[in-house]
């Protein structure tokens, strides 16, 4: 089901965030909640969404008194993906963020066409 609130996608009959009853089946182009990610990663996964030509919305999660505070670096960023995107959006998150981080800024493993 779907949140219109939290634009959530759950199994339940109730949104888990919210507490709503008030969901509903998901539409194609409903925008749903894919990931929260700090600024750096998050203009990263932006830069990636874009070239597998999937859509996206991002939203700053924190105002901008809170971000003052505790330092632009803190700051986090939400992606919202059409529903019918979602799962691609996923699958591309999934290997961004599931690899382990290689901190070498030159890519050794670049295949080579000669
Ligand atoms: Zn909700």
Redesign the pocket.
């Known amino acids: 089901m779907y949140?219109e609130?939290?634009c959530?996608i759950f199994e339940e009959d109730r949104?888990p965030?919210?507490g709503?009853r008030n969901v509903r089946p998901p539409r194609p182009g409903d925008l749903c909640f894919l990931t929260e990610r700090e600024t750096i990663w998050a203009e990263m996964l932006e830069d990636v969404l874009k070239q597998n030509d999937i859509p996206c919305l991002t939203k700053n999660v924190l105002g901008a008194g809170l971000a003052l505070k505790v330092g632009p670096m803190s700051e986090r960023i939400r992606f919202y993906i059409p529903y019918l995107r979602l799962q691609n959006a996923k699958a591309i998150v999934d290997e961004l963020f599931s690899a382990p981080q290689e901190g070498d800024e030159n890519e050794d493993q670049v295949d080579r066409k000669i």
């Open positions: 949140c609130r939290c959530m949104c965030v919210c709503s």
